[in-house]
């Protein structure tokens, strides 16, 4: 119970402070209008001949691209920010274990995120509105943000024990997040595969993160890709507290 207490206590601090600085409302902001207005406007989603009743292509597409960017954005301050001002060592000091530090500040930021992505439920509610919708897919679609976030966030956290800058973190993470997406799209998995074999190809592509919120976003729930967001979460946050640890010794 003391565990879960240090957590709460840690996750209240951190989402006061994501929505005191006002940041918060300006990302949550900026990723809903985008979403929206890349799936009404760009896509021609009131076109007579739209068909995207499952929201797959028109809207699900779009929110792994903003994400990319929103995740390390928010996420970036969670650790460096600490080092900067010196306040790591007084959070150090606490009585409380390094992981529930990290558990509380990751769930805070990973709060910011989730309340961004429900905000673009409108979309639902105009397609039911004007069709039926496939919910199977639509709910997939929404667990598959909230996973790629979850992960795009703790690769974020890693970085940000890493180092004392904001703004290094942001391009890095940004980068490593480009980076995983990118090894597992169909043209370089397809270039793998012709220079390097397919089981290298299938390495990446499992490795990569688009195949798993691909087939996500389609309704295919399964176990190897809530594995695979978990795992990396998981070897994220243990990473940040061997950086952490090491900075309290």
Same mark, same amino acid.
């Given at each position: 119970m003391s565990a879960l207490k240090n957590i709460w206590i840690v996750y209240n601090r951190e989402l006061k402070a994501q929505f005191n600085s006002m940041l918060a409302y300006v990302f949550i902001v900026i990723f809903v209008l985008l979403s929206m207005s890349l799936t009404f406007l760009l896509d021609d989603f009131f076109a007579p001949n739209a068909q995207d009743a499952s929201l797959e292509f028109s809207f699900f597409r779009w929110p792994m691209w903003l994400l990319m960017f929103l995740a390390p954005a928010v996420g970036m301050r969670l650790w460096s920010e600490e080092q900067r001002t010196g306040t790591i060592e007084l959070l150090l000091t606490m009585p409380l274990a390094v992981w529930h530090?990290? &558990?509380?500040?990751?769930?805070?930021?990973?709060? &910011? !995120?989730?309340?961004? !992505?429900? #905000?673009? #439920? %409108?979309?639902?509610? =105009?397609?039911? +509105?004007?069709?039926?919708?496939?919910?199977?897919? &639509? @709910?997939? /679609?929404?667990?598959?943000?909230?996973? +790629? $976030?979850?992960?795009?966030?703790?690769? =974020?956290?890693?970085?940000?024990?890493?180092?004392?800058?904001?703004?290094?973190?942001?391009? !890095?993470?940004? *980068?490593?997040? #480009? $980076?995983?997406?990118?090894?597992?799209?169909? %043209?370089?998995?397809?270039?793998?595969?012709?220079? @390097?074999? $397919?089981?290298?190809?299938?390495?990446? /592509?499992?490795?990569? =993160? @688009?195949?798993?919120?691909?087939?996500?976003?389609?309704?295919?729930? *399964? #176990? *190897?890709?809530?594995?695979? +967001?978990?795992?990396?979460? /998981?070897?994220?946050?243990?990473?940040t507290s061997v950086v952490i640890k090491s900075k309290r010794s």
């Amino acid at each position: 119970m003391s565990a879960l207490k240090n957590i709460w206590i840690v996750y209240n601090r951190e989402l006061k402070a994501q929505f005191n600085s006002m940041l918060a409302y300006v990302f949550i902001v900026i990723f809903v209008l985008l979403s929206m207005s890349l799936t009404f406007l760009l896509d021609d989603f009131f076109a007579p001949n739209a068909q995207d009743a499952s929201l797959e292509f028109s809207f699900f597409r779009w929110p792994m691209w903003l994400l990319m960017f929103l995740a390390p954005a928010v996420g970036m301050r969670l650790w460096s920010e600490e080092q900067r001002t010196g306040t790591i060592e007084l959070l150090l000091t606490m009585p409380l274990a390094v992981w529930h530090a990290i &558990v509380g500040k990751y769930l805070a930021a990973l709060s &910011v !995120i989730t309340i961004a !992505i429900l #905000f673009t #439920f %409108p979309v639902v509610i =105009t397609v039911a +509105y004007l069709g039926d919708p496939d919910n199977g897919t &639509v @709910w997939g /679609g929404y667990l598959a943000c909230i996973f +790629y $976030g979850g992960g795009a966030l703790a690769i =974020t956290c890693a970085v940000s024990a890493l180092t004392r800058s904001s703004v290094a973190c942001l391009i !890095i993470a940004l *980068s490593l997040c #480009f $980076g995983q997406l990118l090894i597992a799209i169909p %043209p370089v998995l397809d270039y793998a595969a012709d220079n @390097w074999g $397919g089981g290298f190809a299938n390495a990446l /592509g499992s490795l990569g =993160t @688009w195949a798993h919120y691909t087939e996500m976003k389609r309704g295919v729930i *399964s #176990f *190897s890709n809530v594995v695979f +967001y978990l795992s990396m979460i /998981g070897f994220c946050l243990f990473l940040t507290s061997v950086v952490i640890k090491s900075k309290r010794s």
